[in-house]
């Protein structure tokens, strides 16, 4: 191919690439495979490689990277970035409207947008041709902070526009070839210069797992979305900020050249058209009806997927808007109509701990009750004892409390500065305040820990995963029939289910001779269950699926297990110190021991036979790692991955260079194409079946 013909190939292959990052990453609605995606950019990213002159600052492959910077610099914006006036009542709404039609009797007549106050960091998005060439921070609202680096690496923040709308829905019985489908569509012509305004957040969900990640690798989490998004964004290494879950909504046009829209109802649906992911909006012929939408974006709060702590509400003209001009620094076209308030201050009368089902102490904090929007809040978390250390949070404090949604209220941290001398520091508990036991934690961690599994306050929530589906699986016995069983005396630990009769049980509410028989069918079946899925349902801190099928090869019982020397566990792939600690810890207790005990009087006491010598010699898979990706003709995952397991396999969830194979199905993903980079070798299911000697 020529170096023409190449050219005009890029660019065809870079458009096609934006066309389908904006469908999944804006319109969540992906039009081709993950895996047809990554051979897109890969292939992107090779004539790249070839032609480095080519390369342009819209190019896809051009968003992650560019050296960590020293300091940020200063950007003055086009013009002011104003701030808005608040409303926390209809009456302060109806207010302004009266306020401002003194002015122009205009307003009488107008029509209005809502749309939500997204609780995230406002950026400023300039483009000259077409080209993302700056992004800033508001700042004071004169001058902000140069970020385009950063911003570069928030998938929703287009590179160049206008690209690709939503192409909407193929009526025809015949298929659109993809590029037809790409290039059938006009659309508008970028103006020669337009700066827009937008949110940037992270979704709730996001968040949570951002959290979750955080937390699983012993790393400070973090306190609430707002925050964590702009402290992404602050970030002097992009590849910082590139890691963190970022995206954008827009919703104005601060500058720009050309014939804008007038209304705002046509801005929002101009920049939809070029391609940016704009607010949700409603709009509304009259304040009245206004005043209606705004009260129902406060009922639909607690569902949205952001952070929202109020509504806008604009007048749809522009000209009347600007005609309004300015009091103060706000414009008097628009109000932000508040949600009440769910950040509140009250004093801290006490902290208490609570035991968790792995025996994790988490404390909470006693509250002079308080009423946080419509709520009389009592209690809230304080997430962990170094959180209490670090925030230095004292009992007798004033401290600031916020509730979100139908999660717990917790403590964001002390007033400080009303402090009177009297406030007492506060001390992890030594013991555990239900069973009176020492309590353990390990250098490093974040937790403190109760290993009793006989501690009251753990048994409900230890026999609700002693009979989970991916522990016992026992069919039918859920936390309500626990909770039930618990309260009538006739469990004190996991073992106890298998001593249960069924006199006693028809003596509980709700229960016949049907149901009877049936949860103690279950309960019987469960002994069949293989050892892995025993140590898996006791509990054990830090050993789940993955770690008890990695002991089950190991040691041929409970028996084994319990007698298994530190280092010599730590020799096993997967489990380091921490978890190790936790195993010996937890079979050394008295009250472990007894529980042990019992279920083997039972019969619940699965075992595997090994041989002498290398104990997983005979085993196919033994050693071998295994990721999955698509759907396998014969196997679901889930058998899939008891298969390997059970030929002594394990099954991870991402590729890397020590995988052993990846197995293959239809419609696989991006694993596909790291494993052929990575050379790791590939398998469909007959392959699988094939090294076991499985037909």
């Known amino acids: 191919m020529s170096n023409q013909s190449l050219l005009h190939h890029l660019e065809e292959l870079r458009r096609e690439v934006n066309f389908h990052f904006y469908r999944y990453h804006v319109l969540d609605s992906p039009v081709i495979s993950d895996y047809e995606y990554d051979k897109l950019i890969a292939e992107l990213r090779q004539i790249e490689t070839s032609h480095p002159e080519w390369i342009t600052n819209d190019s896809p492959t051009q968003r992650i990277g560019g050296a960590p910077l020293d300091k940020f610099i200063k950007v003055h914006h086009p013009v002011p970035v104003l701030s808005l006036q608040n409303a926390f009542s209809a009456e302060g709404v109806f207010a302004w409207r009266e306020r401002i039609s003194k002015l122009d009797e205009r307003v009488n007549s107008a029509d209005y947008v809502v749309e939500p106050k997204i609780d995230g960091l406002t950026v400023l998005l300039h483009y000259r041709n077409g080209i993302f060439v700056q992004g800033s921070t508001r700042g004071d609202g004169l001058e902000g902070e140069d970020i385009t680096a950063n911003l570069r690496t928030v998938k929703a923040v287009p590179m160049r526009i206008p690209v690709s709308p939503d192409p909407g829905i193929n009526t025809t019985n015949n298929p659109i070839p993809l590029m037809d489908l790409i290039n059938q569509y006009t659309y508008p012509l970028a103006p020669a210069y337009l700066v827009v305004r ?94 209606e939408v705004s009260q129902t974006w406060v009922e639909r709060r607690d569902h949205l997927p952001y952070e929202a702590d109020g509504v806008v509400i604009k007048i749809n ?189 028809l003596n509980l509410e709700g229960f016949a001779e049907k149901k009877a028989d049936n949860i103690l069918n279950s309960i019987a079946a469960s002994k069949n269950q293989p050892l892995a899925r025993l140590i898996t349902a006791l509990g054990i801190r830090g050993v789940g699926e993955v770690v008890a099928a990695d002991l089950a090869r190991f040691y041929p019982d409970l028996a084994a297990l319990s007698l298994a020397r530190l280092e010599v566990l730590q020799l096993i792939e997967g489990i380091g110190p921490n978890i190790a600690h936790a195993i010996v810890d937890w079979f050394a207790r008295p009250a472990n021991q007894y529980v042990i005990s019992k279920l083997q009087v039972a019969q619940v006491w699965p075992s595997t036979e090994k041989t002498n010598g290398d104990q997983n010699s005979f085993i196919p898979l033994s050693g071998s790692t295994f990721v999955i990706t698509g759907t396998l003709p014969g196997l679901s995952r889930e058998k899939a991955k008891e298969f390997i397991e059970y030929y002594g396999g394990k099954v991870i969830d991402s590729v890397s260079k020590k995988t052993s194979y990846l197995v293959v199905g239809e419609n696989p993903g991006s694993k596909l194409t790291k494993a052929q980079q990575l050379g790791v070798p590939i398998l469909d299911e007959a392959g699988l079946r094939k090294i076991v000697s499985v037909e």
Not at 221 to 229: D, F, I, K, S, V
Not at 245 to 272: C, F, M, R
Not at 427 to 449: A, F, I, K, L, M
Request: glycine share 8%; proline share 5%; with cysteine.
């Open 198 to 291: 937008g949110e940037v957040f992270i979704k709730i969900k996001d968040f949570e797992k951002l959290n979750c990640r955080l937390e699983e690798t012993g790393q400070k989490t973090y306190l609430n979305p707002r925050n964590t998004a702009a402290g992404s964004l602050r970030q002097l290494d992009p590849s910082l900020t590139a890691s963190r879950p970022l995206t954008l909504l827009v919703y104005a046009i601060i500058s720009g050249e050309g014939n804008l829209p007038s209304t705002h109802v046509d801005l929002l649906k101009y920049l939809s058209t070029m391609g940016f992911p704009v607010v949700d909006y409603q709009h509304c012929q009259t304040l009245e009806e206004t005043i």
């Open 317 to 505: 003209s522009f000209n009347l808007a600007d005609d309004l001009g300015f009091v103060g620094k706000d414009p008097r076209g628009a109000i932000a109509f508040k949600f009440p308030a769910r950040e509140v201050t009250s004093v801290l009368r006490d902290i208490g701990v609570n035991v968790g089902r792995t025996g994790v102490l988490t404390p909470y904090a006693v509250l002079e009750p308080v009423e946080i929007g419509g709520v009389i809040v009592k209690q809230a978390t304080l997430h962990n004892f170094d959180y209490i250390a670090e925030k230095d949070i004292r009992v007798g404090d004033r401290v600031l409390v916020k509730r979100a949604g139908d999660v717990i209220p917790y403590i964001i941290g002390p007033v400080v500065d009303v402090r009177n001398g009297q406030e007492l520091q506060f001390t992890p508990p030594q013991n555990c305040p239900t069973c009176g036991q020492r309590v353990e934690h390990v250098d490093g961690e974040v937790y403190w820990y109760c290993v009793n599994t006989a501690c009251p306050a753990q048994l409900i929530r230890n026999l609700e995963h002693f009979v989970s589906r991916g522990a016992m699986d026992i069919v039918g016995l859920g936390i309500r029939l626990v909770e039930q069983f618990v309260a009538a005396g006739l469990v004190a630990d996991v073992a106890d289910l298998y001593t249960l009769q069924k006199e006693s049980l």
